[in-house]
């Protein structure tokens, strides 16, 4: 049987696991260490969902199904480098069966990522909180447990995985503002903001989203790349509607709604592949991009 005690064993091997990671992650974070493990991710999974990976038998990503059975559900809930897949196309693809279809317009992000972005978002207590992407609604938990419910507003523009995330969220935490909106427009009545973080990628940061953040606040989002990934990029606003900053790390997000369309790198700033400078000198590689 599958019983509360199992999954917080499941949670508690989940974070030792994460706790092993080198870079950000729970290093010089007790309080990200203690709420994941105070929030109980599988109150935030639905009960059907996909597993991101084609079966080798038959190609197809497998359906998960929390009452036919529990304990593998459970099991991958708690996988700590695995999402899970809610939503396929929009919600055209019905959670009855596995599928072929690899639109994933869904899901509750791998438990390691979704520490490492906090990590590296870095919330204070009180602080303004603008999260793009509520999804399931588990990383939004995760920001009301550090921040405080109040202060946290969280943009998701699919009605009915906003629902599903809002009936969790009721469940275990004092709610945080839900708003059903696209978020690339952020959330005005709420600036301005601490800090915002989007956990829907997109190819190029909405102007909105640093008008909207106060001088020196921060911005943590994917931001897609040419290299087969998103790089996590941390920017700081400059208060003029500038912002700058660095990538932190590599994520692999869906595209917000209205960014799915790709679009060509040299429109979006990035160097070109002749522009990346590769030396290695006495043994040392070194890889530069151009400053
Ligand atoms: C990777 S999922 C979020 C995962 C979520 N943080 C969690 O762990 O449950 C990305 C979410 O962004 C939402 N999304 C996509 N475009 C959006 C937009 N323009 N505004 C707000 N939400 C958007 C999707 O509907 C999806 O729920």
Redesign the pocket.
């Known amino acids: 049987m599958v019983t509360v005690a199992t999954a917080e064993r499941l949670r508690a091997a989940c974070a030792q696991e994460i706790s092993q990671y080198e870079h950000g992650h729970f290093h010089d974070r007790p309080w990200l260490r203690e709420a994941f493990l105070a929030v109980p991710r599988e109150a ?1 999974v639905p009960d059907r969902v996909w597993w991101p990976h084609r079966s080798a038998e038959d190609g197809l990503f497998p359906l998960l199904d929390r009452a036919a059975r529990p304990r593998q559900w459970l099991r991958a809930v708690y996988r700590a480098r695995s999402p899970l897949i809610t939503q396929i196309a929009d919600g055209a693809i019905l959670p009855d069966a596995p599928t072929d279809c690899a639109d994933f ?5 791998c438990p390691a990522v ?1 520490v490492d972005m906090l990590h590296h978002l870095d919330p204070q207590p009180g602080e303004r909180i603008l999260e ?8 939004t938990a995760l920001l009301a447990v550090r921040v405080g419910a109040a202060t946290v507003t969280s ?4 009605k009915t ?1 906003a629902e599903h995330a809002a009936a969790a969220l009721h469940a275990v935490v004092h709610v945080p503002q839900l708003v059903v ?4 427009e952020g959330y005005p009545p709420g600036a301005p903001y601490d800090r915002i973080i989007s ?2 990628a997109v190819r190029q940061v909405p102007q909105a989203w640093i008008d909207q953040v106060r001088p020196g606040g921060v911005i943590l989002a994917p931001l897609d790349s040419p290299f087969q990934c998103d790089g996590l990029a941390l920017l700081v606003a400059d208060g003029h509607g500038g912002a700058g900053g660095a990538f932190v790390g590599a994520v692999d ?2 595209k ?3 960014q799915r369309e790709p679009r060509r790198y040299a429109d979006l700033g990035w160097p070109t592949w002749a522009e990346h400078r590769i030396t290695i000198e006495a043994g040392q590689q070194r890889i530069r991009t151009p400053s």
Do not use: H, K
């Open positions: 935030f317009t869904g899901s509750i992000s979704v793009i992407g509520t999804g399931t609604g588990y990383n943009v998701e523009i699919d995985l909106a696209d978020g690339e956990t829907a997000f869906m917000t709604r209205g």
